[in-house]
């Protein structure tokens, strides 16, 4: 059994209606969502068609960072309704679906990545449960690609995302990549709009 997250998936889909990349992304969630035998919403409040599709306990509202701006990480109450949720089911596979590819699915990801190792929540800050310095230990250990969480469908803007492969450079820094690149599964799709 997979537990399916789905992170923003309607985020900013106003701009994208016509947008056949779109449409097939929202027609590959549907299609998850159908078969999902845990499916849980990370939602910004936004994503009408979908917060009619989930069970009301699955729903979990993102926190929103300073500005205002959206994130894909959980506030502490919410984490505490993941963890009921998801209790026991820690170890099975994990697929982030949503938007955007790199950016609130690489947030919400990350969060889980850390709270599956170290057993804390972890709001996104810099922090001494997790800092630039243990991103860096963990891909350069290929932590991320070892874990069971993976990008699932994924919409990408047209933000350029850096995903660093894996180098066989005398001077490696990274064996397996970059987060963003060892998070790429193979049933990683990524729909890129244009």
């Known amino acids: 059994m997979a537990i399916d997250f789905f992170v923003h998936p309607e985020f900013k889909k106003e701009l994208f209606l016509n947008n056949e990349n ?27 068609q979908y917060l009619k599709k989930f069970p009301e306990k699955n729903i979990l509202y993102s926190m929103r960072k300073s500005h205002e701006s959206l994130s894909g990480e959980l506030d502490k109450n919410a984490w505490e309704s993941l963890s009921n949720i998801t209790k026991g089911k820690e170890k099975q596979e994990i697929k982030v679906h949503g938007a955007f590819f790199g950016e609130c699915t690489e947030g919400f990801a990350l969060q889980l990545f850390v709270y599956l190792t170290t057993g804390k929540y972890w709001d996104g800050s810099q922090n001494r449960i997790f800092n630039e310095n243990l991103l860096k230990y963990h891909e350069a250990n290929g932590d991320f690609l070892r874990s069971n969480i993976k990008y699932g469908t994924v919409l990408k803007n047209g933000k350029i995302i850096e995903i660093i492969k894996p180098t066989i450079a005398p001077f490696r820094v990274r064996d397996s990549g970059n987060l963003t690149h060892q998070l790429i599964g193979y049933g990683t799709v990524v729909h890129p709009l244009h």
């Open 22 to 48: 779109y449409k097939a992304y929202e027609r590959g969630l549907i299609s998850i969502l159908e078969a999902s035998e845990l499916p849980i919403l990370i939602t910004n409040g936004q994503d009408n």
